[in-house]
């Protein structure tokens, strides 16, 4: 079968993250799915993939060589991710500079499942106005309640949303926090379905914590969230780092999984202005000129 069920080819077309890759058992056959279609991927230990549709003939857990496969798709690793295609992907993935800084822990922090789409997940990820509510006493506290002013401006040159100048009390603002501070936040969304976000370190004032979501789309109302972290923190075990981040999405799975509908309506009239606040009207109005159809409601022409 090479007939893809999506025909957004905006989408098609697109880098879509599978997996982390240092949790790829290497050498064997894995399955997931990606915009509706079952593919099959596979790592060797020199952190090399291939990714194909499945086939009968080799389901997963079946060992396999990287580099030997006829028919593959698209493939790169960036970020700690193997991320694939099932169009015409551009040459580059949108750039992370920091992750290239040696001093910085980079981790999957999880890869969850949730019942939603993937621009209402990018869109809960943008909203500081339920860090008080949702994550009650971490990344907000009554009455530390209002969204100051931010500047949201779609970067032509560069292809993406750009939210700067957002400042949240926070609790604790990550697993290096001594205490509650004014947060800085600057938000980027360079893909229609990843956010890549930076928050003040609390160990370097000068340097920026790195947290993104990568998204990989299953079906229109299915993703699986991979949640990646490049971090400054000396201190603190793996585990610690990553279940700080578990426990935020915890929260805010639930919340995801009853948002009705569960694609994104981008028509500007379709839902109040109080939840869709200024960097989600930017990033509705991004995907209407892109010409997003997957994941959303388009609005009426
Ligand atoms: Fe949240």
């Known amino acids: 079968m090479t007939q893809t069920r999506c025909k957004d080819q905006v989408i098609l077309d697109l880098w879509h993250p599978l997996a982390a890759l240092a949790e790829v058992p290497p050498g064997v056959v894995s399955d997931t799915v990606l915009l509706e279609e079952p593919v099959s991927y596979a790592a060797n230990r020199d952190g090399k993939a291939d990714v194909w549709r499945s086939l009968r003939d080799l389901p997963a857990g079946t060992p396999v060589e990287v580099g030997t496969l006829g028919n593959t798709l698209p493939?790169?690793?960036?970020?700690?991710?193997?991320?694939?295609?099932?169009?015409?992907?551009?040459?580059?993935?949108?750039?992370?500079?920091?992750?290239?800084?040696?001093?910085?822990?980079?981790?999957?922090?999880?890869?969850?499942?949730?019942?939603?789409?993937?621009?209402?997940?990018?869109?809960?990820?943008?909203?500081?106005?339920?860090?008080?509510?949702?994550?009650?006493?971490?990344?907000?506290?009554?009455?530390?309640?209002?969204?100051?002013?931010?500047?949201?401006?779609?970067?032509?040159?560069?292809?993406?949303?750009?939210?700067?100048?957002?400042?949240f009390f926070q609790p604790m603002a990550s697993t290096a926090s001594q205490g509650g501070a004014d947060v800085d936040y600057i938000y980027r969304v360079p893909h229609p379905y990843c956010s890549v976000l930076y928050k003040s370190s609390p160990v370097d004032e000068s340097r920026l914590d790195v947290i993104a979501v990568f998204l990989q789309p299953v079906d229109q109302e299915h993703i699986r969230a991979h949640m990646m972290l490049c971090v400054l923190d000396d201190s603190s075990e793996d585990k610690v780092i990553k279940r700080f981040q578990q426990t935020i999405f915890g929260q805010d799975k639930p919340i995801l999984e009853n948002q009705f509908p569960k694609r994104l309506p981008l028509d500007p009239r379709a839902e109040t202005p109080i939840r869709a606040d200024k960097s989600a009207i930017a990033y509705r109005r991004w995907l209407s000129q892109k010409g997003v159809t997957y994941g959303v409601i388009p609005a009426a022409t």
């Open 75 to 167: 493939v790169k690793i960036a970020y700690g991710y193997v991320w694939t295609s099932l169009g015409n992907p551009p040459a580059d993935l949108f750039p992370i500079p920091e992750f290239e800084e040696a001093d910085r822990r980079k981790l999957n922090a999880a890869t969850v499942g949730v019942h939603v789409s993937a621009p209402r997940a990018i869109e809960n990820f943008l909203d500081m106005g339920h860090f008080p509510y949702v994550h009650t006493d971490i990344l907000g506290a009554e009455p530390h309640t209002e969204v100051k002013e931010y500047d949201v401006e779609i970067s032509v040159d560069r292809d993406e949303i750009l939210a700067t100048r957002c400042r």
